[in-house]
Nanobody, 120 residues
Framework: HLQLVESGGGLVQPGGSLRLSCAAS????????IAWFRQAPGKEREEVAC????????YYVDSLKGRFTISRDNGQNTAYLQMNALKPEDTAVYYC?????????????WGQGTQVTVSS
């Protein structure tokens, strides 16, 4: 069955970096766009970044441009989110999601999330 599994979260000090991974199985990964979302306590879920199925296009929420980078390795069925210069306000559960049309539109499938905590 289709599965998305996030990993790489943890506790990091302000200014540090983390790389999140989203491992996919059970579907043709290269056909799907992949996005990263996050949800902080008491806040709505927000889309952080998305990458098209062929990696030809990547989109970012304006406030994170320059600090976060989304990428994918279709040969490894894995997407990544490189997060640099982390701030306490980046603390959230991070989720990856897949869009079967490949264009960063509606997301049909979701992972279980990985916690990122930025604190000294």
């Amino acid at each position: 069955h289709l599965q998305l599994v996030e990993s790489g979260g943890g506790l990091v000090q302000p200014g540090g970096s983390l790389r999140l991974s989203c491992a996919a199985s059970g579907f043709t990964f290269e056909d799907y766009a992949i996005a990263w979302f996050r949800q902080a306590p008491g806040k709505e879920r927000e889309e952080v970044a998305c990458i098209s199925s062929t990696a030809s296009k990547a989109y970012y929420v304006d406030s994170l441009k320059g600090r976060f980078t989304i990428s994918r390795d279709n040969g490894q069925n894995t997407a990544y989110l490189q997060m640099n210069a982390l701030k306490p306000e980046d603390t959230a559960v991070y989720y990856c999601a897949a869009d079967k049309y490949g264009v960063c539109g509606d997301f049909d499938y979701w992972g279980q999330g990985t916690q990122v905590t930025v604190s000294s």
